[in-house]
């Protein structure tokens, strides 16, 4: 065999990786939009079927034979071209997978499964006797698994790498330091404005058919491209990029709240448009893949968040708004821009807004790496969360429920994964403040309701590089350097002192 | 291995098969319903994975042993039983799949994917010259295949076999005789009555979503259960099953037409309550399939038109269908059942009625023999359509678009199937005639909007049958006699004679 034919044989493999994995996004779509109330029991086996699927051909015997002769061929000259970005990925998750034991791998799956079901059942009832042991399971597993993976600092560093390559609990606890100090300093002054939160759109009246419609057009206008996509209403909003041509958007709306249906279709269309200007042209082969959750989410965050809570976005978009949304004639700008940006320090990640939203990321990734050090034990964990709640943000769960059984993550084993919600915000302002520099007014463009030249910034510098770079390569050779926190506080002190007048 | 073992596995590997097609079903139907405009390109390299996928698992190597270990053990000691049913069925597919040749199974799924967009880009230009090679090479791989599959007596049988199996075109020739005559007969009596077509329903207005809610309203209360299913819009009607608890349906609507999206609905509701009445314990045995394509076809055809065409139906349903909608008000119960049992001799089979539909099926019928025996050319196929639609529907096509080229079945190669159409109307004929025998006066219960005692009826003969008999064999078991095509005869002798006053 050549190499040509390896490398043919290789991307015809990981093509049909990739297409039971649009199957499987279709599938998950399907369960959360349109599948009959009787019909989810039928859903376990199929989707542990097609998961069997992937799986027997992620670990094809012949791929290392493919990748044995690749790797000694031309094809590497160039560690940037795309055979080269390839090899190195197939390389990678191949490892990766073969260093995970069978048995490990079926009792993750298992306890996954089990965590979610148990977390979901209990934690209505704030019922933490009833969940710990799963959780106590699945962090003994995934303690083991990182054992598997092997390490070099941190166990947490093997069970991050999966989320975000690359990034490890050393690089990440003085950024969250120097992220948390800012924060809270900010959070101070905040508190002790006399312009307290902007209550403007409580108990007003957003009609849901209203609401789709303008999100729609707003999401459209940015440049989510709607003949390759499309929007519908889930419980919890999500993107999936099922493959080129369909990258899909869901939101959910609540006729009296504007913020919530709104900012989650921007939200997502961010994570929609980065799927939509990948290097589509070579989909199934690594290099058509988003790079990270870290830099996924920093899309999905600066089209949110950094566009569209500024007040030169509004601007443009406030009469079109109130228009469409009678109930937004009475409220003038400046309130809406403090209602949309309220800050006030909650119980809740979900629902936190951007200043304190990173200090309950910082919350549980220090509980992880602990956990992870075995320096905490699961029984611990709930003291240990509510303690640290106090200290970062200054309020104090009443229950379990509002409190170390919020987030569904745990309870499925991903561990690991929060920091890269952070790591999404602070990515987003640091490629902002460089967007800014180099396409020059942002601001005045955005008035003018001229979104194109931010897309085609990203477009160019981020999306249709998908993974060539590793996420910190990515930021370094986008901006020029390291990934540093100071954007992300200047942006928030900049946005915050103008709207608190502090 | 002991038996119980072996027969485990068959099982395990079965639902799996049972599973990849559930994908298949979903990604179908959001093909048809749910994609956007640009997603189309991605699902060619998405449905030939999946069905490689299966198709490596239905060739599994191991298969052989598993049946040849079953086929020993006492397992087979009652025939009827649901072990001896799958063991049945598991051999005769298992041995169907290792006669046909790989080469041939690529060449005919390759034309048939080939000739489909041919027939789609030709069909509207009515351009037969270019449609022509296809079918012809289809018609010669189809050929072929009936060599690999071996036959006793005809090369159509192996084809027919795969869509009802056991029929032969030695059987169904005297069939088609016999209600070829009569249909005739008929028609002439209708033609020469003075009570022309119904057209009270022409040019009225019927609100598209009127219609589906009163649609809905009826499919529901005939015992189409929504908690297990849906309706949706799609270009062509039709009834996915994809699993148990959900079974899905679609149709089409015109605003100007009541009949076509109403009695779609009804059609595909009595698909989807096939579906529902399966024995769904089963799911992913052979026991658990509808038993053949006429059978399916019976159900449908018995809700749209022995229940939903009848006038003890219309008796309880039209006062609330003249409350839904305005413009019936003024067209009286007679008028109405006139309109929705418009007998015409046309050129396309879809829109054909229940008289004149079996000679448009006939007339393929005896192509497709003539063709596979190589009697008829291809090329010399137009001429033999439309002297034959002269002979059997006195019209002739002023065009091959609404002549040889109107369907799409010929054009991926589905040689055998349209039999299956009038045998569904047969079935149904015999079976709705049992029920009445054995349930007693249907016509009052309907007066009543009482459907509950036929769909029971129907759930105990039929539905929780599944692929237990035959076709043939179940006709025979639940009515005590073979295949008579009298009882379709004497069926639409009643209702016509009484509609036309002849």
């Keep these: 065999m050549t190499f040509e034919e390896a490398y043919r044989h290789l991307c015809q493999w990981s093509a049909e990786i990739a297409y039971v994995g649009s199957a499987m996004a279709i599938c998950h779509w399907d369960q959360r939009i349109s599948i009959p109330p009787k019909g989810h029991q039928h859903r376990i086996g199929l989707n542990a079927t097609l998961a069997k699927v992937r799986h027997e051909r992620l670990t094809d015997q012949r791929v290392g034979d493919w990748l044995g002769l690749v790797e000694e061929s031309e094809l590497l000259a160039d560690p940037l071209s795309v055979p080269a970005v390839n090899i190195r990925e197939w390389r990678r998750s191949y490892d990766r997978m073969r260093k995970i034991p069978e048995d490990?791998?079926?009792?993750?799956?298992?306890?996954?499964?089990?965590?979610?079901?148990?977390w979901e059942e209990s934690r209505p009832r704030s019922d933490w006797e009833k969940f710990e042991p799963c959780l106590d399971q699945l962090v003994s597993l995934k303690r083991e698994l990182a054992d598997a993976l092997e390490y070099e600092d941190e166990p947490y560093d093997?069970?991050?790498?999966?989320y975000e390559r690359g990034a490890t609990a050393g690089s990440l606890v003085p950024v969250f330091d120097r992220l948390g100090k800012g924060l809270k300093a900010l959070l101070e002054r905040i508190g002790a404005s006399s312009n307290g939160p902007g209550s403007a759109l409580k108990k007003l009246n957003f009609p849901v058919e209203d609401q789709v419609v303008f999100a729609r057009e707003v999401a459209a206008q940015l440049g989510y491209d709607f003949q390759a996509g499309r929007l519908d209403v889930s419980a919890h909003p999500f993107t999936t990029g099922i493959g080129p041509g369909d990258a899909r958007i869901t939101s959910r709306y609540d006729d009296t709240d504007f913020s919530e249906g709104f900012f989650a279709v921007i939200h997502e269309s961010g994570h929609a448009m980065y799927h939509q200007g990948l290097p589509l042209e070579h989909w199934g082969e690594p290099i058509c893949r988003p790079v990270s959750l870290g830099i996924n989410e920093s899309q999905s965050r600066m089209w949110e968040n950094m566009v569209a809570r500024s007040l030169p976005f509004w601007k443009y978009l406030y009469p079109k708004a109130q228009e469409r949304f009678h109930s937004l004639r009475d409220v003038d700008l400046k309130q809406f821009l403090r209602s949309i940006n309220e800050?006030?320090?909650?119980?809740?990640?979900?629902?936190a807004d951007e200043v304190t939203y990173n200090l309950h990321v910082q919350l549980r990734f220090e509980l992880e790496v602990a956990l992870t050090r075995n320096d905490l034990q699961v029984a611990d964990l709930p003291d240990a969360w509510n303690e640290k709640m106090v200290d970062l943000l200054g309020v104090a769960p009443p229950d379990h429920a509002s409190g170390v059984m919020q987030d569904v993550h745990w309870s499925s084993g991903s561990i690991g994964y929060f920091p890269t919600y952070t790591l999404g915000n602070l990515y987003a302002a640091q490629l902002f403040s460089c967007a800014r520099r180099e396409i020059g007014d942002l601001e005045t463009l955005f008035e003018r309701g001229e979104f194109e030249p931010l897309l085609q910034w990203l477009r160019a510098k981020i999306h249709s590089q998908g993974s060539r770079y590793e996420p910190?390569?990515?930021?370094?050779?986008?901006?020029?350097?390291?990934?540093?926190?100071?954007?992300?506080?200047?942006?928030l002190e900049q946005r915050y002192s103008a709207i608190y007048e502090v």
């Design 104 to 118: 490990l791998a079926v009792a993750i799956a298992r306890a996954a499964a089990q965590g979610e079901s148990v």
């Design 158 to 162: 093997a069970l991050l790498d999966d």
């Design 472 to 491: 910190s390569g990515l930021i370094k050779v986008v901006t020029g350097e390291e990934l540093n926190p100071q954007y992300f506080l200047d942006y």
């Design 343 to 351: 800050v006030t320090p909650g119980l809740i990640r979900v629902g």
